[in-house]
Each structure stands twice: as structure tokens, then as C-alpha cells.
């Protein structure tokens, strides 16, 4: 059987460079665009703030962990834990969230807005200042988890009474990893700040979308806590510090959480003049919640804190979130594909391009409380629990003395916004509440409320500092000596899969 030679280039040589080499076939050159195409066409778009810059990424699955065994035993081993947490660490505290059922979207019902995610727009805040807070009067309370400090539901309508935050077993786990030194950093994209309230240092906490716990004048950049503003939301009024009625503060001054003067949005991006969003006006004095708003960045420490954590990671466990929101949900991409990489949600991970080594599909606060039963810390986390505080020794606003009716008077004529004719007023006096700032709050959230301190152990606050090496290896040896408490849980593997477990409450 002979070969035929290649067909010599030479007749070809002369012919446009664009066309067909021959009427039946067309070029390689052509064949390769075509080629191009057709795979360009489908690809998913990729969004512009995505770290996958010329393709899409896929995180290999690291084939050496796939058992619960295995999380149980990367969360003893690691000592640079990163842990990116959603809503679901929450939920179990009646907290809701924001998409499902039972979250806030739906529970906005006589909303102005045909979509409920217009109401959180800061261009429709900043117009309309009164229809969030009637909104935000419904679900703030709830959002923060805060209950009454000796339990009694039914006192939670009168604004007077003190309130301590109540955080969930999960928040209880991740305070007894950084006290055994095992925390690097912790990603919220909640604005519960229950992570602070149970015990974790601001240091450790990265809050993505901001805060409820604390709010800023959008005039003069003072701050005050949730303990001081939430109380007049819970009652349907408009929060506005005390600048409102100084005639010497310009309306609409641009200012930052940090008191200072910002940027406007035209300075460094290129859009519409006629889109006067970055130039709406509100009222003066006008305090806003540090939670970030569509249409805000998101916290500026995220990018440099990542960026660091990134070279010092070993794990990395995400808990409580579907991954829908950017820039977030990035991050399973960011994080070297050697680190082991843990999911613990009620729904598995549909995160295109994620494959996470280890998937545990249930409550958070039931599995968590598995782990630490296995790794043998169920003693450390059941004195970390909420349930196990003193709230009696909390230090929270003590109740004033009920005033008389000739002093409730007197002092409501004393909250209302003057009006001066030297400057345009736009605060409404029947509906508006001025609230006491602070140039001294922290930049950081503090946690609702201003200080929470319950049952003060100081050799326990010393152990966040994490203890050796030595004394951890003595404790956990001598819980590995002791007989391990039942198991609550039944744990099934889903057909099929060899990492994707369920994890269920034992009938």
C-alpha cells in the first residue's frame, strides 16, 4: 500500500490569504475561527469584577479528604482557618434572611417598591428615608437577634427595654476556634453582628456587606451604636443626629463612615451626566445604617485582608451561603486549589467552576456541634453557648425611671427639629428622633449592645490569644481519654457521590 505525497502549496501560493484553499474544504486558518466561535458562543459571560480573567476556572477537588472523618480532622490539624459564613448561621436564631421563603423580601408586603430590593438601594434611602425605616421597623430586630435580657418576649414593643444579641451554636464554634488559635479570618456577609457578640475579636471578623450595629450621620460622619438609634426604628421613627438642627451644617455634605469628605462617584468613574444618583439630596442629619446598600462598595478592607490571608491559609470552610453574591462569592477561586476547602449549607454547592473537597448538607449548628463532639470540644463549646451566658451581669442600659406626663412633653419639644429660615429643612418633626453621636465609635462594628460583656472570665479572654501547642495536645488527649457523648445526628451519603453527605437529626 503506497502514500500519496502532499498536494504541493505552489498552486495556492498566489490565491488571497483570506480565501478557501480549495472550493471543497475551507483554509485551517478559517476552521480554526469557525473553531473559536463556536466555543466563545458557549461559554458563560464572565462578569467584570470576576477574578477569571481569560477562562473560566474550575477548583479541582482534592481527592485526600471526602469523609466527615476527614473535616473533623482538618479542623483539628489546621491552624489558619479562613471561614466564610451566609445567613444560614443565623436562621436558626429566627434571624431571617433575604431570598428564601420565609426571608426579608417577602416579608415586605405593603412596600412601595415592586421589587423589594429597591427599598435597599441608597438612592432610594437617601429620597425616601421614611418608608425604609417603616419597612426596616419589621425585620431590624430580627435581623440582629436580639431578645430582651431575661427572656420576656412579651416586653419587646416598649422601646425602653434592654436587649442582649442571642448568637447560635455556630457562632459558639467559630469563637472556640480562635480561642484555641486556629482562626485566621472570618468573612461574614451578614450585618447581624452576632460574630462579635459572641466573643470573636473585630480583628478577626471581616463584615463584607457592613453592620446594623452601628450608624452614621450622612452629614457630619458621627456615629452611634444600635443601642441608641434601634430603639427608635423598633418604634417607626426616623433616626437624625443632632446636626439636623445646627443651621451651620450644609445639607447633603458627602461624607464616608469615617467622618471624612468623599469622593464623588463622577471623579473616577465614567458615567452619565444626566444620572444624578451620586448628587441625590436627603435630609439633613439624616443617620444611616452602616450596612452596605446596593449601589455602595462593599467593605474596603476585604480586597487587602484576602490578599494576605490567601499566602497563610490551610483551610477554608464556607457555611451558611449559596454563593450568589459577587464579589464574594469569588472566593473558593481566590484561595490556592491545595487548600482543603469544607461546605456546610442546607443546599449543596452549585458555584460554577467550585468543586469543594467535602460537602456537609444539613443545620450548621447540628453538624458543628458533630465536630466538636468528634474532635472531642463539646465541653469547650457547651460553655460558649448563649444559653450558658449570664445575661443578668450583662452591661446594658439599666431602665430609666417612668417620667411624667409634663416631662414626656417637655422632652419631645426638646427632640424636635427646629426650623431656621437660613437653610432648608427637611427633616419631618412628627416622625424624626435625634439620636446622641460619638466622634469616638470605632471604625469597626461594635456589637448590640455598645459592650457586650457577660460573666467576665478573664483566664478565658486570655486563652483568645490561643493556647500552646503543649496544652492543647494535653487537652484534647484527655478528652480523647473520656467517653465521647452520643451522637445526635445520622449521617448518609448521597448515591453516587463519595464526598456529599447528609447530615440529619437523629429520630
Known sequence: MSYSAPQ?????????????????????????????????????PRRLNSPVKNAPQTRPRLQEYYT??????????????????????????????FRSQNGVYNLLTDSIYDDPQELFHIANFKTDPGEFFKQAAKVFPRMQGLVPVNDDKK???????????????????LALLQSKGKLLTIYTQNIDGLEVAAGLPLSKVIQCHGTLATATC??????????????????????FCKCSLDPDVRDSKQRGRSGKKKRKR???????????????QFPKGLMK??????????????????????????LLVIIGTSLKV?????????????????????????????????E???????????????????????????????????????????????AKAKENLELRPKQHKSTEQMVPPQNGAIIKTDDKVSDQAVSPPEKHAVRTESKKIAAHNGPSDAAESRSEAKSNGTKLPPSKITIELEAGQRSRWYVRRAK
Open 155 to 173: 416586653s419587646t414593643k416598649s422601646t425602653d427595654v434592654p436587649l442582649v444579641p442571642r448568637y447560635s451554636a455556630t457562632h459558639a464554634f
Open 68 to 97: 466527615f472523618d476527614h473535616a473533623v480532622s482538618l479542623f483539628k490539624s489546621s491552624k489558619n482557618i479562613v471561614v466564610l459564613t451566609g445567613a444560614g448561621i443565623s436562621t436558626s436564631l429566627g434571624v431571617p434572611d
Open 266 to 280: 463622577d471623579d473616577y468613574e465614567d458615567t452619565d451626566e444626566e444620572d444624578g444618583e451620586s448628587q441625590s
Open 8 to 44: 504541493s502549496p505552489a498552486q495556492y501560493r498566489d490565491r488571497d490569504a483570506d480565501s478557501n484553499a480549495s472550493p471543497a474544504r475551507p483554509s485551517k486558518l478559517l476552521r480554526l475561527w469557525q473553531l473559536s466561535t463556536e466555543r466563545a458562543s458557549s461559554l458563560p
Open 360 to 406: 456537609l448538607l444539613g443545620e450548621c449548628d447540628l453538624i458543628l456541634e458533630e465536630i466538636a463532639r468528634r474532635a472531642g470540644w463539646s465541653t469547650v463549646l457547651q460553655e460558649r453557648l448563649w444559653e450558658n451566658r449570664n445575661t443578668d451581669d450583662t452591661q446594658i442600659p439599666m431602665e430609666k425611671p417612668k417620667k411624667s406626663s409634663a
Open 289 to 314: 445604617p452602616d450596612m452596605t446598600f446596593f449601589g455602595e462598595p462593599i467593605s474596603q478592607a476585604y480586597e487587602p485582608r484576602l490578599e494576605d490571608d490567601k499566602t497563610k491559609v490551610d
Open 218 to 239: 450622612m452629614s457630619c460622619g458621627k456615629r452611634t451604636t444600635a443601642r441608641k438609634y434601634m430603639p427608635h426604628v423598633r418604634a417607626g421613627k426616623i433616626p
Open 326 to 358: 459577587e464579589p464574594v462569592n469569588d472566593m473558593p477561586l481566590i484561595i490556592p486549589p491545595k487548600v482543603p476547602q469544607i461546605w456546610i449549607s442546607k443546599d449543596r454547592c452549585t458555584r460554577d467552576g467550585v468543586k469543594v473537597d467535602i
